[in-house]
């Protein structure tokens, strides 16, 4: 840098050459900046493709696996646990349902006994009904018999008190039977 | 002018190796920073890789970045078959890169800006694409400048336009790095120089009024940073792009 611009040639660079002025378009440097890209690049190219680029590939590529695998193991794993929330749940389902189905059976089973007592209470209030009614009408109907002899005998006392003379138990008898009728 | 903004992309020649005829081949400043950048790239990847651990340390993780975003840029852009050019793509992108980064440290000189540099590497990227593109599919493989679907009165212009542009790719693949790295350090050169003439001219008043080229500098070595990367990028991109032509040359 130290150097004042147009003393810089080397002995190497022509002057003619030199005389452009500008690096970039300075023929005379073509050749051996070709060789020596070529001489980079290929070296490059070389340690990259056998070397360095597998390498960093392995890399990669293990930690990729690594990470498939561990999420295939999770997906194992969440595979188990989903079979086992079911299997719960089965088991859960299962419970509920037999639970019903006892609860179910108690019900009908007690309202089938209840049932069949209802229905033999009812039979034997039917049959005391039944008792009750006869007995009320054998009662009526010596009631009724009571009743005749009854109003026989006090319209023979009226009889006898209003004319002085006892009526006949026929006449009595038919005069009753006849007023009852009516 | 205390600094010529061109003095950076000077040649230095150390010591000649060899003749060819009349052209001497000489160990030059060029060829030193590209062995470095060789040196660079491979310690990179091997150091990164030495402990292969399932977590990986920094620079591992950078190394594997390295990899996994040339890999992702060739796969999307050439597909799965483009990845048997991955090797190459990566030296090439890793190659461009780290001299463009190279370049950015001062006192060093960058190879890229050199377009005999650029201009040979697009060409080998031109031949690989020809030379494959002719052998994966041989005659077939001048589809490429056939699009399906033209009318016949046109195809030959098209065509020619095809194969006009097809031809140019070289040189405006080459042209496009060379030109932004010399033009980004010859700008950066320049902004430098302001602050020795203004220090020099002014004084003291001088020197801190250096203050306003010297923030514009450290502006456009962020820029330079971005342009460094950006152009190794675009530079692998659309190596990949061509390649993609060649792999599958149906429009």
């Known amino acids: ?182 | 002018m205390a600094a010529d903004p061109i003095h950076q992309f000077r040649i230095v020649e150390f010591f000649p190796v060899a003749h060819i005829g009349n052209t001497e081949i000489a160990f030059t400043n060029s060829a030193l920073f590209m062995l470095t950048a060789v040196v660079i790239i491979t310690a990179f990847l091997i150091i990164g890789t030495a402990k292969k651990s399932l977590v990986p340390s920094r620079l591992q993780s950078a190394a594997e970045l390295s990899y996994e975003f040339v890999a992702t840029t060739v796969r999307s852009t050439a597909g799965s078959e483009g990845m048997k050019f991955f090797p190459f793509v990566f030296t090439l992108f890793m190659f461009v890169l780290t001299l463009n980064f190279i370049g950015l440290v001062p006192y060093t000189f960058t190879v890229t800006s050199h377009i005999i540099v650029t201009a040979a590497l697009a060409i080998m990227v031109f031949l690989t694409v020809l030379l494959y593109g002719l052998y994966r599919h041989g005659f077939h493989f001048f589809n490429l400048f056939v699009p399906k679907g033209v009318p016949i009165a046109i195809l030959p212009l098209i065509v020619f336009i095809e194969v006009l542009s097809f031809v140019s790719r070289p040189i405006s693949h080459s042209v496009r790095l060379f030109a932004n790295m010399l033009a980004g350090h010859i700008t950066l050169q320049v902004f430098a120089g302001f602050i020795i003439l203004m220090g020099s001219a002014m004084g003291a008043i001088g020197w801190i009024g250096g203050i306003l080229p010297f923030g514009m500098i450290v502006i456009l070595m962020a820029l330079e940073t971005l342009v460094a990367f950006l152009q190794a990028y675009v530079f692998a991109i659309l190596t990949c792009i061509y390649l993609n032509d060649a792999i599958h040359p149906g429009h």
């Not at chain 1, 749940?89 to 639970?99: I, Q, S």
């Not at chain 1, 109003?151 to 004319?163: K, M, N, P």
């Open chain 1, 1 to 182: 840098m130290a150097e004042p611009k147009h003393t810089t040639s080397t002995e190497h660079i022509p002057a003619g050459e030199h005389k452009t002025g500008f690096p970039p378009f300075d023929s005379h440097s073509y050749a051996s900046q070709l060789v020596w890209l070529a001489i980079a690049f290929v070296l490059l190219f070389v340690l990259m493709s056998k070397w360095a680029l597998p390498r960093v590939g392995s890399v990669i590529e293990n930690r990729q696996k690594r990470i498939d695998g561990d999420i295939a193991e999770a997906g194992t794993l969440k595979e188990q646990s989903d079979a086992a929330v079911a299997a719960y749940e089965k088991a859960l389902a299962d419970a509920r349902a037999n639970a019903q189905a006892i609860a179910n059976e108690t019900r009908d089973k007690q309202a089938a006994e209840a049932e069949t007592r209802r229905k033999a209470l009812e039979d034997e209030l039917n049959v005391k009904l039944t008792d009750a009614e006869k007995t009320i009408a054998t009662t009526k109907q010596a009631a009724m018999t009571n009743v005749r002899g009854i109003a026989e005998d006090a319209a023979r006392a009226i009889v006898e008190r209003l004319i002085g003379k006892a009526p006949s138990d026929q006449a009595v008898t038919a005069a009753v039977a006849d007023a009852l009728k009516r």
